[in-house]
């Protein structure tokens, strides 16, 4: 039922399948009833919608497969994605993903949804770390913030404190400044390819006092 609904389920409304964004219960006053108010995205097309619903009116729960994936690139309007396990890639339209794709890293791992085989959407993180490139001065008449570039290129406003080569907490939703982390912390966010190729050979033990070379 309605009542049963929770932020980032996968519902099917109007014939294509919605994750929900928020869900809120009002629970009315007087001649009016108790309500359940949702935000949907539509992961065919990214639209945003908003329905009214009866805590009893029953919505269809998609029982999806939540898996982990690698984000690898974007090609057109698709998103490339691989299980790191099996090396199956799967794509899925960018629209789905909405505006969260900025944050979008080469070789991110990511909780994705899986419905009949087919990839249907990508469950972001709640936010993310990213790095400061520059900053800009302080905005007139507002002493406290200035703008930033970060390293996905979006530019938003963080405290005057915060300099170049900074990593700084941003709330996937609402694209805004949290926090700032440790410069450590945050380079564990974004770790270097796996280099390939075979281990080196390890040296052989040197030979233990008063023992003969091999001839």
């Not at 109007?14 to 929900?20: D, T």
């Not at 945003?48 to 690698?70: C, H, Y």
């Amino acid at each position: 039922t309605a009542s049963d609904i929770r932020p980032r389920m996968i519902i099917r409304a109007e014939g294509a399948f919605a994750k929900v964004i928020t869900c809120d219960l009002h629970t009315g006053g007087g001649k009016s009833g108790a309500m359940v108010y949702l935000k949907l995205r539509n992961l065919s097309n990214g639209h945003l919608s908003g329905r009214r619903l009866a805590p009893t009116e029953k919505l269809e729960d998609v029982a999806v497969e939540r898996v982990n994936l690698q984000y690898l690139y974007a090609e057109g309007d698709n998103l490339c994605l691989m299980d790191p396990t099996t090396f199956e890639q799967l794509s899925i339209n960018k629209a789905s993903a909405g505006p969260a794709v900025i944050f979008l890293k080469e070789e991110m791992l990511l909780h994705c949804e899986i419905f009949d085989g087919k990839l249907v959407a990508i469950d972001f993180p709640e936010d993310v770390e990213l790095k400061v490139e520059s900053t800009a001065e302080g905005l007139k008449g507002n002493a406290a913030f200035k703008e930033a570039v970060l390293q996905n290129k979006m530019t938003l406003l963080v405290p005057q404190f915060i300099k170049e080569g900074d990593f700084v907490r941003v709330s996937v939703e609402t694209q805004k400044y949290m926090d700032r982390v440790n410069q450590k912390e945050g380079q564990k966010e974004h770790p270097k390819p796996l280099k390939s190729g075979k281990p080196k050979d390890k040296p052989a033990p040197a030979p233990a006092p008063g023992a003969q070379k091999p001839a």
